[in-house]
């Protein structure tokens, strides 16, 4: 069964991991644990309803879960098995935060998250869940604005320019061991100094090769240097980067983060839905390029302490192919930034299948957690499921028990309080959201794509004069006056003009044969003079955009 299945009637495990018959006992008779439990979810200011406490076999709808909205930037993580609900938790939340007026922000890997923006259609599943858990269920569409990376797919297009998107970043999507990675920091070093833009994959490529040419080599002696082997991997990365359709994320007008802080003219947050099914065959991609527009919203955005409501709350769907591969500094930098961004007012939810997903440090920072189902099929699930368990505080729930017998659509929750600390940890059934359990249709996605505010702002390509065409432009007027003096001296002697010398038609190297035959040559001189310039840049070696 689906993850758009999530309002199924399916078995609720209490503490002692039995199902769920009906909606259970009424508001005041709660059990005394349960009471103690819910207590602990008692909220004075606004907060996100979740669902309604499981006990002992009970849904009990006068026990309601709630995440104070006050706490939401201090991050959180959404983790279950395939197939238990987890995307439609993101929807529910998704939902909650547009009404009380915070904007979201949430990829759509699969295809079927773009329902939020129209009205859910009723039904007996449907009113089934609402009964159990004491909501007023009412089909509602929200404010969406959609987006694709790079203009594949449905979507306003999103794109980078490789200079925003720094060094660390695209090591990390080109899968560039340690030494690959600090050279091109060098690279991107002297393109900055040189005032060499880096738009495009074209430029970052021209930029190399020029570099390990014998009159390039020499710009960078007196900082390290790049060595050809090292040019060639880069070279040979960037070129099956490409192959992939990966050159059409990178270049201009580069996508400005604060579009993703709007609310509706009625006031509710605008939900910014990144649609991610025509790339999901390309994970080290998408999960990179997340990180980048953490990190760019992280460069913009002022510190503001502690809000009543944060001003974002973005949702990181498949968490594990960020930290998959990753290297310490990488690692470092993520952490430092998840630390970091919450005084900005932004929020980060990661989604996973297990917390084990995570490295510590990061899962360390995640004060609010809904856990869907875990399954122990075979020794590596229930290790992973003892290791969850662990994470949690102590509870009367026998956990390892319930997380295998939770329904669809159920989670255990545990998040901060009002005050800070956290809650009692409650087995809940969640609340069916409000908007379409499915694809938007495709008619009316177009339509809305098209007719957002911004979608001629981005919509067009602009391929402006960058580092590729100054140094092609440099190498044309050398090539132009070498041409010139061989024609005045061959006149001069009284033979035949125009023909190059034997010397200037050398077997071009390797790596010039990547960016074009003889494209490189003795541009040192003007590339030497440029007014140079050096980019600020953050945790993870991205820069400023230029406003």
Not at 439 to 460: C, H, I, M, N, T
Request: one cysteine or more.
């Amino acid at each position: 069964m689906s993850d758009s299945d999530s309002t199924g009637g399916g078995a609720g495990a209490g503490a002692d991991g039995g199902t769920a018959a009906g909606a259970g006992a009424s508001p005041g008779v709660l059990p005394q644990q349960a009471r103690e439990i819910a207590d602990g979810y008692a909220v004075e200011g606004a907060a996100l309803e979740l669902g309604a406490l499981l006990w002992d076999g009970v849904c009990l709808p006068g026990a309601q879960i709630r995440i104070p909205l006050a706490m939401l930037n201090r991050h959180g993580l959404v983790a279950g098995a395939t197939g238990t609900g987890k995307t439609k938790t993101l929807q529910l939340i998704a939902e909650e935060l547009s009404a009380n007026g915070v904007p979201v922000f949430l990829a759509d890997i699969k295809g079927d998250v773009s329902g939020i923006a129209a009205p859910g259609a009723p039904g007996g599943k449907v009113a089934e869940r609402a009964a159990q858990v004491g909501q007023e269920w009412e089909g509602r569409g929200f404010p969406c604005a959609f987006y694709a990376l790079g203009g594949i797919g449905p979507g306003i297009p999103l794109r980078a320019t490789v200079t925003s998107f720094g060094p660390v970043l695209l090591s990390k999507v080109l899968r560039l061991n340690q030494t690959q990675e600090q050279s091109l920091g060098l690279i991107f070093h002297y393109a900055d100094t040189k005032g060499l833009d880096l738009v495009d994959l074209k430029d970052l490529r021209a930029v190399v090769a020029f570099l390990v040419s014998d009159t390039g080599r020499t710009e960078l002696k007196g900082i390290g240097g790049l060595s050809t082997a090292t040019a060639g991997v880069i070279l040979r990365s960037l070129t099956a980067f490409e192959q992939q359709g990966a050159g059409d994320f990178f270049g201009e007008p580069e996508f400005d983060t604060a579009e993703f802080l709007r609310q509706a003219p009625d006031g509710r947050g605008l939900v910014s839905v990144l649609e991610l099914a025509a790339v999901q065959d390309k994970p080290q991609l998408f999960s990179t390029f997340l990180m980048w527009l953490l990190a760019d919203l992280f460069h913009d955005l002022p510190e503001v302490g502690d809000l009543d409501r944060p001003k974002l709350v973005f949702f990181f769907d498949e968490a594990h192919l960020l930290f998959n591969g990753a290297s310490k500094p990488f690692l470092e930098s993520i952490t430092q930034t998840v630390r970091l961004i919450r005084s900005k007012g932004v929020g980060i939810f990661f989604v996973t299948q297990t917390p084990r997903d995570v490295p510590g440090d990061v899962l360390a920072q995640l004060g609010n957690r809904v856990q869907h189902a875990l399954r122990a099929f075979t020794p590596d699930d229930a290790k992973a499921l003892r290791a969850t368990v662990k994470t949690f505080p102590n509870s009367p729930y026998d956990l390892e028990e319930l997380l295998t017998g939770l329904g669809i659509g159920e989670a255990v929750v545990t998040v901060l309080s009002e005050q800070g600390a956290p809650t009692p940890v409650a087995a809940t059934r969640l609340r069916a959201p409000q908007s379409l359990m499915g694809p938007f249709p495709a008619a009316e996605l177009d339509a809305a794509v098209k007719g957002a505010s911004v979608y001629g702002r981005y919509a067009q390509a602009v391929d402006r004069e960058s580092a590729y065409e100054k140094l092609t432009a440099e190498h044309e007027a050398e090539q132009r006056t070498t041409a010139d003096e061989a024609a005045a001296g061959t006149a001069a002697k009284g033979g035949r003009s125009g023909k190059r010398p034997k010397a200037a038609e050398d077997d071009a190297s390797l790596v010039e044969q990547v960016v074009g035959s003889g494209m490189f040559r003795s541009l040192a001189r003007s590339v030497g003079t440029q007014l140079g310039r050096e980019i600020s840049r953050s945790l993870f070696g991205t820069a400023r955009r230029r406003r």
